[in-house]
């Protein structure tokens, strides 16, 4: 941390500064510059952030150096970090696909997206059956009635299962049937949810809040962490910018920025970023040209009767272009495509 | 709504649309141009989103012209509502100050920041209690304790007490102390605890997301609506934009905006969205002659020792400037400012 | 500036920044933490930057503390500036109407927007005769005829003429006809235009880029100040944002902002920042409630009728509105208004 | 073209606006809802935009439905174009690396950067002779003199030149020695600039502004179309948004998007969207992987010794993982690699 003075600063105000720091157990290095004084601070940031030093006479501005993230930092844990949903892996080795429909409707239709998802090359099942809608008169998800649907597909194809959670009320009722809880953008700062997951003992799909800076996004992250859980896997989907375009503007660079700060995997929504069927394709395929560790795409076997963002849902003749992508790409970037589990046979 | 074919439509293109209005129970009028036909629908809008028009075969794009909130529309209620809080009027003849401290952190403090509130003209007391923080490590606010405080101190200076309830879980307890439920800015599109709010029976204050259009805000607040709670007060508190300069970027227009738009009273947060105290003043000035019906804003006895914001919130000094500027601009503007109700006596 | 150490930074890192910043005549200040190491740099910035600190090992990051302009700063020339134009005086004692059509079509037109401009308080006369549009199709101005138009209108009203110029080649044209030179928006950084103004001896207007920073917008001012020239005045007029409700997002707070900054005079124009006639009283009171030095509004006698942003012109009634928030607000704020000079009259 | 009455408009409001159009040559078709009036315009629209509908009684809305550009549109040229520089094609059947120094210093600077260029895979070497710099105390370029450095490194190395221009009066002296005119972010909208590269007869590369839509650069676009000239390739070199990790954010969406709506080729810049030489590699490849039609990318033989922007150039390591990329990913794009023409031999 450094605290700038301003260019009136007396001698009094950087000595009040520096003793303020020594008594909170850190030290203060005084730099006197002919326009202006710094004082580089050492020791415990949470300590000094009590102080209110840019409240102190003679403070021009107060510069913070290191990041405020521990658990999730990639200084403290330097190689990058593999997770597991129901055994498929998501990290640096592999690409790993999670597909589905953005919601449950049916079970007829969520076994037709499951089949397409799997046939797309994905490992994974993605499927709302709480969904945060904008709009209080628009469809709000199943809710239980769609969780269970959620389990009866990954019994028939054996594919893990994720899904958010909105509310900490229903984090245990979520954890019943899930494989990994998904937070989603407009909860990214809900800090009771995050915590709620934390505690939760499941993997959580952490979304990049729409307006939210890559450190706050890891801050989020930290919160869970915090309440001893690690599993947690970044997905960048689009922020919000003046381009009206596309839905949102897909932070590409996000992805190697992210991967290099933190140990935590982080895979990119080329669905919601866009917002439009055409460009799920092209994305998809930068994600992991750009060293993406997995993406989430939204299928639907019918999506002009799709209760909820039918507009991006990739269609049948997508579905083979992207399982030729699958085919080439991880290998190209060295990685390998995480595979499906065997559905369970009874019998 | 307007249906935009794409200049390669056929004929069958636009009679499917058509078809599909119609049998939904709407109207759709065609108007062929040179270069491409548009479609005009007429009828329930809620009705037309489940069609899923722009997956459709020559459908170019999909324009929303109507607003899709309506309880608080101003269209069908054209005179601008006043939302009573604790006796306190906030809405067009009046200009409604409220303040206190960021967070309340003990008994002294707060009935200090009260008096403060007071002095600068305040007829309703803000204070945090339970404190959504961007860091985990971050104080987060007294709870229980912080509500009890607020009570005392309203018993003691006779404000009303404004105070952020951040899960839906806690509503309940809130309710039982505060006057009116605050809903921060990271939880504007929080749905799950904006319908608890909207159940609870008391006046909400209702912050615009730092990345929310002011119509996801309108939308938010028909989120409340929808439950039987219309005693909302919408508050602009700056969003997030390319600079770096200030905190947040205050979205002055926003008043006048959503003023025209919803017949809700609009309020002003000039501490949060500059984040600097040399700021508060002039954009509290600013606030009252765009025509805000009220402003919120950070008071401390004691800035350099707050545990939170201690930065934005106004002194000694400020108090009465404000206090000036709250003895003539209101009536300039036409309205007058309102009163704190009396302190109970007992005995 | 200071030098942030990586994590993994040696001892001999820290030695080469060190010997670099000495041999470029610096002073460099290593304080060492348990987590980083950081150096002060203390010395001529102009120097520093040509080291590349960045790219060399061991480097994590760089921090500029200081402000990167001089002429335009405000820490070398504590009291505000006040400019005159015309012998109309903006700055720290007045509040200053600038008033006139978007575009200058007819004399007719442009002596009746004069006639409103000075009803409405007006002391300075706007009026574009080169008009940057966005299309290449859209009407681009009268050129030369637009400039006498608006020096005979002057003749006739004795109000002193701003008018835009936006090409290096035509700013001895312009200065020919005008009393101030206006470099819009979208010039604000065109470099060669900044020099040839600054070149000029003539006051300018400088509108900040609908993308600049408040340090870039004080960085182009820096361009026309280094050719000798200070006569400049600054304008906020919005900045692009995600909200699509306004035209652009007017950043009031820019206001107070850049007058801590700077020492030049701060004017805001709400008309093209709202782009509504509605916004635009709204929004005036709003500025000078703020604090600024003055506004710029678009006036026409006939909105819909005018070549180029009819929709925000004031009308009649608006201009009654105006005149007596002028007749008002100046001296809530410990102004005056700025007066007009007199038509020369000859005889 | 859609006119959105207000819900208080009356039967006469909407009869006026039909014959406003119906005078001016179009047709208008009434379509009547329950809630609101919408007109649907059909004819020549840059006739309607002198109508100033906005401004007239009961409109509420105008919502442009078509768009703005004409000679750049896919709508009337469906097969995308391919524009040759030198001889080297660039557009869909092809990647073209066009590389180099971010400013020419000297010969030897700029013939070693020339040859890193090659071995990268680049067939067209770019380099800044003038500068635009936020900063009148930086270094400008060296002017004619890099012109001449970089034809000389033509020569030996047979790369077409690609360097920028900032200033009309300096297009002809440009045009002598490129072989492609750069116009840059800043200059996007200097419509004098626009105007005179499109009347120069030399292909145009033109980067999108930092804080412009992809309909307002592909209007820049169609500046310079409209004089003639439809040799523009398009490059995306990031946008300004609230994230400061990157220097800007890159917008990998807009090269499918705009290369839907228009037939010219769309390239990126990964140097400078990221400004971290760490960022190169990753968003090159995914440039590649979303279609684009090649990248342009800084190098320097010795980047801590750069005058400008070294800390994005790639160092020969990077160059051999560029050139590993070149020689796989065309390929999986179904395109070649760009050839760089042999140098002449004189003899």
């Known amino acids: 941390m450094v605290v700038v003075m301003a260019p009136e600063a007396t001698q009094t105000d950087v000595d009040t500064i520096v003793d303020l720091v020594r008594t909170a157990g ?39 150096i290191s990041v405020p993230y521990k658990l999730v930092s990639r200084e403290n844990h330097p190689s990058r970090s593999v997770i597991k949903v129901g055994g498929v892996p998501i990290g640096p080795g592999t690409v790993t696909v999670i597909a589905g429909p953005c919601t449950v409707e049916t079970p007829e239709q969520t076994v037709a997206a499951a089949r397409m998802a799997k046939a797309a090359g994905a490992s994974l099942l993605r499927g709302g059956a709480f969904k945060p809608r904008t709009s209080p008169y628009a469809f709000q998800g199943l809710g239980e009635a769609g969780l269970k649907i959620l389990a009866e597909v990954r019994a028939e194809t054996g594919l893990p299962v994720v899904t958010e959670v909105i509310d900490p009320a229903s984090v245990d009722l979520v954890c019943s049937y899930a494989d990994m809880l ?40 930290e919160y869970i962490a915090q309440r001893g859980n690690l599993d947690i896997v970044l997905c960048e989907r689009g922020i919000r910018t003046f381009e009206t375009a596309t839905r949102n503007t897909l932070d590409i660079s ?93 019998g």
């Not at 510059?33 to 710094?38: D, E, F, H, K, L």
């Not at 002009?304 to 699958?326: F, N, Y």
Request: net charge neutral; with cysteine.
């Open 182 to 221: 998904q937070v989603g953008t407009r909860s990214m700062q809900n800090f009771t949810l995050l915590q709620a997951v934390g505690s939760a003992g499941k993997p959580v799909l952490l979304k990049r809040g729409m307006n939210a800076t890559i450190e706050e996004w890891l801050m989020a992250a």
């Open 26 to 64: 850190g030290e203060a290095f005084v730099s006197r510059g002919v326009a202006r004084t710094i004082i580089g601070l050492v020791g415990d940031i949470e300590q000094f952030g009590t102080l209110n030093l840019r409240s102190r006479t003679g403070v021009g501005d107060v510069v913070r």
């Open 254 to 346: 996000a992805v190697p920025v992210a991967q290099r700060l933190s140990h935590l995997p982080v895979i990119v929504d080329p669905s919601h970023s866009g917002g439009r069927r055409d460009l799920v394709l092209p994305l998809s395929r930068a994600a992991i040209a750009v060293g993406a560790d997995g993406i989430i795409v939204d299928v639907h076997p019918e999506p002009a009767a799709a209760l909820c963002d039918g507009d991006q849902a990739l269609v049948d003749s997508d579905i083979r272009e992207l399982a030729a992508v699958m085919s080439t790409m991880p290998q190209l970037m060295g990685r390998t495509l995480s595979q499906a589990p065997q559905p369970v046979t009874v």
